[in-house]
């Protein structure tokens, strides 16, 4: 049975750095794509980056590049998201999310999620 | 980047059926999944691939997808199908590669 389990999210001040960690049971970590995904309280879903399948290729939302880096440590099957440079507006449930099938183009499976809060 | 437009709400009497419309240019040619989240809850498929239904999903739910539009329906609705409904796809067009739309909230009346 596929799972996944983020942990990580908490409250810190702006500026400051949280590292998000989605722990994967179930499946070879880099056997499918996987992403971020955040949700603003009130807002809609915003995609915030991706790792593809084979851990080869990396993409990030405009809002979050340069601060944000996903990563995949294949020996602990774990999706890690390291967020520098933390700003209000990052403020979300961050959810990781699996690729059900070996294409891009597959719809994703969703973790519960984990509350980041960028506050002084 | 790619863009999914999706009407904010939509509300709908009990028994009645639901249209839930995302568009997105050229969207025909896109594999579109549907999400559907509760209050508090992660998003859950519901539909994938413009029109597979997982199981465990009523076959309440279909979908469709055709020149600029997909579309999500929800036929006899129930009061448990009242949460937001999200669209999705991949763009391989750039590296902006997964898009969501704005999501609609699906109220019943």
């Known amino acids: 049975e596929v799972q996944l389990e983020e942990s990580g999210g908490g409250l810190v001040q702006p500026g400051g750095s949280l590292r998000l960690s989605c722990a994967a049971s179930g499946f070879t970590l880099n056997s499918h794509a996987m992403s971020w995904v955040r949700q603003a309280p009130g807002k809609g879903l915003e995609w915030v980056s991706v790792?593809?399948?084979?851990?080869?290729?990396?993409y990030y939302a405009d809002s979050v590049k340069g601060r944000f880096t996903i990563s995949g440590d294949i020996s602990t099957n774990t999706l890690y998201l390291q967020m520098n440079s933390l700003r209000a507006e990052d403020t979300a449930v961050y959810y990781c999310?699996?690729?059900?099938?070996?294409?891009?183009?597959?719809?994703?499976?969703w973790g519960q999620g984990t509350l980041v809060t960028v506050s002084s | 980047s790619y863009v999914l437009t999706q009407p904010p709400s939509v509300s709908v009497a009990p028994g009645k059926t639901a249209t839930i419309t995302c568009g997105g240019n050229n969207i025909g040619s896109k594999s579109v999944h549907w999400y559907q989240q509760q209050p508090g809850q992660a998003p859950v498929v519901v539909i994938y691939y413009d029109n597979d239904r997982p199981s465990g999903i009523p076959e309440r739910f279909s979908g469709s997808n055709s020149g600029n539009t997909a579309t999500l329906t929800i036929s006899r609705v129930e009061a448990g199908d009242e949460a937001d409904y999200y669209c999705h796809v991949w763009d391989n067009t750039g590296d902006h590669p997964e898009v969501f739309g704005g999501g609609t909230k699906l109220t019943v009346l």
């Open positions: 790792l593809t399948g084979g851990g080869g290729t990396t």
């Open positions: 999310a699996k690729k059900t099938g070996f294409t891009n183009s597959s719809p994703y499976y």
